[in-house]
């Protein structure tokens, strides 16, 4: 299997762009939520504006890529799937953006003893992105590699699926929070965790696009 | 420029009714949250009965454009364009009559400091979408146009992502409002915002669609 974009060079450097920009927004992410934790809230508002113009980039650049896809009629047979992959993936980053502007608009008080819980999710969230920017990178340039990459993306989805459980379990059995506070709780959780469950997205898509390509 | 649709009139006809529909949706989600915030109680529950009328009757003329679709051999590389076409706009009514549903079912208390944000809200979101409507009326007679007219909806989509984020920060920041109250509030900043992302959704798409049609011409 050759590259997908093995003649379209400019396509290439901008898809490479795009998938950086998720990764970026991801380390902005967890250094929000570390900071958020920390009681940093200058440095978080510097986050959550870099992660926002990540966003803005990532958006710009989705759309340019998608343009060029058409109009230069660049591989006509997989377009389709590459513009839903990038869409996919343009979700995760505006996941990613929208933690953390949840985070800084509601303010939630996060009690200590559920703080390294939180940073514990991100952490595993954001593998799961990881995992599958990799896996998007193999199926753009090096298809044979993409099964091994796509496994780790399924391991910590579960494992951010299984660490968000707990930590909602905790929560919810806490008798000292009020059930407005322990929903509110539960939504930051469920928040990190769909992060996690966007990269899954994305993966299951590349299963079937890596199926399709190698008949 | 003309556009490949032009031949077909019976499909044209049946776009141009459906998107008629969506803008009457449009037209009257505004006056229906204007009318629950004034506590005009019959006038919004009959708004309300409106918009579940016209959902229902949208759903049929989807139906038929689709059958009519696949069932009259149109262009087969353009049908699958507006088919997502027609189900994305389908989406914007759908969540304008949740929306509505969500007011008439948990009728939130809204503090009269916060009404002029949802209202100002509200419009955004129906600004929105009526320049979507504009762009998907346009894409069906001259395809050119339609990039210059999106890049209004993305604008407003912003606008409305800003004003939603203001007034969530004001409902947590500066109110003294209880928890669980303030979580009710944000809960209807969030859907009515989501409009916009829904009119943004049908620009994305002709815009793909617009390129698609102006490279076969």
């Known amino acids: 299997m050759k590259a997908m974009f093995a003649r379209a060079k400019l396509l290439e450097q901008k898809s490479a762009e795009f998938l950086n920009v998720t990764l970026e927004a991801c380390r902005e992410l967890l250094t929000g939520i570390g900071n958020y934790l920390d009681g940093k809230s200058a440095q978080f508002e510097q986050n959550f504006q870099n992660i926002s113009v990540l966003e803005n980039r990532g958006d710009a650049l989705r759309r340019e890529i998608e343009n060029q896809l058409y109009t230069e009629t660049l591989i006509p047979e997989s377009r389709g799937d590459v513009l839903a992959l990038l869409e996919n993936i343009d979700g995760i980053t505006n996941q990613a953006k929208q933690i953390l502007m949840e985070l800084s608009v509601e303010v939630p008080v996060i009690p200590e003893q559920f703080k390294a819980d939180y940073l514990i999710l991100t952490e595993k969230s954001i593998k799961a992105v990881e995992e599958v920017i990799a896996s998007t990178q193999a199926f753009l340039n090096e298809p044979l590699l993409i099964e091994h990459s796509l496994n780790k993306v399924y391991h910590w989805e579960h494992e951010a699926d299984r660490h968000s459980e707990m930590l909602k379990r905790q929560v919810f059995r806490n008798p000292e929070l009020e059930l407005s506070h322990k929903f509110h709780l539960r939504y930051f959780a469920l928040h990190i965790e769909l992060l996690a469950d966007k990269a899954e997205d994305v993966a299951d898509r590349l299963s079937i696009y890596t199926i399709k390509r190698s008949i | ?217």
């Open chain 2, 1 to 217: 420029m003309a556009s490949i649709y032009e031949k077909d009139r019976v499909l044209v006809e049946k776009i141009r009714e459906f998107i008629d529909l969506t803008s009457t949706v449009n037209l009257i989600f505004p006056a229906a949250v204007r009318n629950y915030l004034c506590c005009a109680q019959t006038r919004f529950e009959e708004d309300v009965e409106r918009i579940r009328a016209l959902e229902s009757q949208g759903d049929i003329l989807r139906r038929g454009t689709e059958v009519y679709l696949y069932s009259e051999k149109l262009i087969p590389e353009s049908r699958g364009d507006v088919l997502g076409l027609i189900e994305s706009v389908d989406e914007i009514i759908d969540e304008i009559k949740k929306t509505m549903l969500l007011f008439a079912v948990e009728m939130p208390e809204i503090p009269a400091g916060f009404q002029t944000d949802y209202i100002q809200l509200s419009d955004t979101g129906a600004q929105a979408v009526d320049a979507v409507m504009v762009a998907a009326r346009i894409f069906f007679q001259d395809p050119w146009q339609v990039q210059h007219l999106i890049q209004k909806v993305y604008a407003l989509e912003k606008k409305a992502d800003q004003q939603a984020a203001a007034l969530k920060r004001q409902i947590f920041r500066v109110s003294d409002l209880p928890l669980c109250k303030r979580m009710h509030l944000r809960y209807f900043a969030y859907h009515i915002d989501l409009i916009a992302d829904r009119a943004e959704d049908v620009a994305d798409r002709l815009a793909i669609a617009a390129i698609k049609q102006v490279k076969n011409e």
